[in-house]
């Protein structure tokens, strides 16, 4: 029950915010600092999610979320009106992911996701809970032996839920190269996670 209305309070704030968003934008680019936080509430976490899956890094996913926000702060009054905010936010995330892992490329420690970021169990039992962690890192772990630009523009379709429209402009190619990469994503990691599925039977 308790769910159930966490999901609806979550669903309401979603539809809130995404009705208000063209308003919350233009005092935000005026220099009001409470629009402002409602679009780092609205969005850190969906930019942590897609950050880490770039990153596999707790603690880089979470720099890239400040260094994002800080640039956004600095640079929202010049931001198009005309232009679609999520892409925009989107497309400084990924630059500045791109640079966290370069600056961190001969240092990097791969982590699993943490337990609060999976997916919620309907039997949430300490089972079911290590069962889904060990997927978890098996898709990550497969999901870091792509290339970046692949890996990238997979993320950005498969678990953000861009448009392939979009994803060209976040990344500034055209959408036949972004439907590429996202085709080699899928043939790789099915390549990579077929010969698992073995090993992941459905807790009973």
């Not at 208000?20 to 220099?31: C, L, M, P, T, V």
């Not at 999976?118 to 997927?135: C, H, I, K, M, Y």
Request: net charge neutral.
């Amino acid at each position: 029950m308790l769910k159930k209305k966490q999901t609806q309070q979550s669903f309401l704030r979603h539809t809130l915010y995404m009705l208000n968003e063209e308003q919350i934008i233009k005092q935000a680019k005026s220099g009001d600092l409470q629009a402002f936080q409602e679009l780092v509430e609205y969005y850190s976490h969906r930019i942590y999610s897609a950050a880490f899956r770039i990153l596999n890094h707790k603690e880089h996913a979470e720099d890239c979320v400040q260094e994002v926000f800080i640039k956004i702060y600095h640079k929202i009054g010049s931001f198009n009106e005309q232009s679609k905010f999520s892409t925009w936010l989107y497309s400084v995330a990924v630059n500045t992911a791109i640079d966290l892992q370069r600056k961190h490329a001969r240092h990097s420690q791969h982590e699993s996701p943490d337990l609060d970021q999976l997916e919620a169990s309907d039997r949430n039992t300490p089972e079911n809970v290590a069962w889904l962690a060990n997927v978890s890192h098996t898709t990550q772990r497969a999901l870091m032996q792509l290339s970046d630009d692949v890996r990238i523009a997979f993320v950005l379709r498969h678990h953000e839920e861009r448009s392939i429209e979009e994803i060209s402009q976040i990344l500034d190619v055209n959408p036949n190269t972004v439907k590429n990469r996202i085709f080699r994503a899928v043939a790789r990691l099915r390549e990579i996670l077929q010969p698992k599925v073995g090993d992941y039977e459905t807790v009973e």
